[in-house]
């Protein structure tokens, strides 16, 4: 199951352009977090050197201007990669605990103080860079990516007295549903509204079928892995980015 949560979430934040080369996701998106913008080593489908593949796949981030980076998953092939990876200059970066939570034991939320869209828009767009400090044009690469998916969205706008405090969107695949861009606005954080929300999206969730919830959420951020642990998540893998500047 946990390949396929993996799979969910690749669907769920796409690219604005995938490119498979010997049975590599390569993932562009002009360079808008390293979800969108890495190599993933889904199966191995060539038989040269793979260091030489490596290089090769340097030589397309850098004729894009991107640095290369490698997701490393437990399920990447070969299986060595990270080592190899390693030897060859990689950093490690951003080390991520993958959570699973089922959905038959999360309680209601308590305020009706949210707006939900179920496609991507403008309002949801503006909150959310004001919250996340997104410069214009990763707003507008973030509208572009979720614009383009047909699985089943949710797009949240928590409000505490006609005031947004917090934000976020669910994607459904199957009866499973991730959740993403989970922000509190810096002003109105500690008070409970990352999990108001939270559990809105779940709701709604479950009302299209969801059964379980995945999230992806760096490992040194305390707080978030401390709220997921109350909700009931539980890690079930981890990942970690390789990452080589462009010279």
Not at 65 to 85: A, E, M, Y
Not at 105 to 123: L, Q, Y
Not at 132 to 150: H, M, P, R, V, W
């Amino acid at each position: 199951m946990n390949k396929k949560i993996e799979e969910f979430s690749l669907n769920a934040w796409p690219a604005l352009q995938n490119f498979v080369y010997e049975g590599w996701l390569l993932r562009f998106a002009n360079g808008f977090t390293k979800r969108s913008n890495s190599i993933n080593p889904i199966y191995d489908a060539s038989e040269q050197n793979i260091q030489e593949k490596i290089l090769n796949c340097e030589s397309i981030y850098t004729s894009v201007g991107l640095d290369t980076i490698f997701k490393v998953t437990p399920f990447v092939i070969p299986s060595n990669i990270d080592s190899i990876l390693d030897e060859l200059g990689y950093d490690v970066v951003d080390p991520t605990s993958v959570q699973l939570v089922d959905l038959s034991e999360i309680e209601e939320p308590v305020t009706n103080s949210v707006n939900m869209k179920t496609e991507i828009n403008n309002e949801w767009i503006d909150i959310l860079s004001d919250f996340n400090n997104l410069s214009d044009s990763n707003a507008e690469i973030t509208k572009e990516l979720f614009s383009g998916s047909y699985l089943k969205k949710g797009f949240f706008t928590l409000y505490d007295k006609s005031v947004p405090v917090a934000c976020g969107g669910g994607v459904i695949e199957q009866n499973y549903v991730g959740l993403y861009d989970i922000v509190t606005d810096s002003r109105y954080r500690n008070r409970g509204y990352a999990r108001e929300l939270i559990l809105h999206i779940l709701k709604w969730a479950k009302v299209n079928g969801a059964t379980h919830s995945y999230l992806q959420v760096v490992k040194s951020n305390v707080p978030a892995i401390k709220l997921y642990e109350r909700l009931g998540y539980q890690e079930i893998y981890t990942y970690w980015y390789r990452h080589k500047k462009m010279l």
